[in-house]
Nanobody, 121 residues
Framework: QVQLVESGGGLVQAGGSLRLSCAAS????????TAWFRQAPGKEREFVAA???????RYADSVKGRFTIFKDNTENTAYLQMNNLKPEDTAVYYC???????????????WGQGTQVTVSS
């Protein structure tokens, strides 16, 4: 069983930066893939980024070049560094995890509770 807790959300102006954190307990990050999803009001939840056990990363086209996913296995924490934020990035951001890389990007088995990110224009 894996428990995920996000933090770091908040209100930022367009062009600004935020770093989200995802702390895991129950298992170590080195044993599964971690992903970030987001859900804007009135929209479906969408994939944002993922990082595999070995450190391979994938990004949604909408965030490539602006967002970076990374992890610190010693701290058992994953991060999402978000730069050059846009109003359309406003959403609840969820940390997720799964044993399989492909499934982590589609339907991960573990979810955090989410953290709100609001980008003002």
């Amino acid at each position: 069983q894996v428990q995920l807790v996000e933090s770091g959300g908040g209100l930022v102006q367009a062009g600004g930066s935020l770093r989200l954190s995802c702390a895991a307990s129950g298992r170590t990050f080195s044993s599964f893939t971690t992903a970030w999803f987001r859900q804007a009001p009135g929209k479906e939840r969408e994939f944002v980024a993922a990082i595999s056990r070995g450190g391979s990363t994938r990004y949604a086209d909408s965030v490539k070049g602006r967002f970076t996913i990374f992890k610190d296995n010693t701290e058992n924490t994953a991060y999402l560094q978000m730069n050059n934020l846009k109003p359309e990035d406003t959403a609840v951001y969820y940390c997720a995890a799964d044993d399989f890389f492909d499934r982590a990007m589609r339907a991960p088995g573990y979810w955090g509770q989410g953290t709100q990110v609001t980008v003002s224009s």
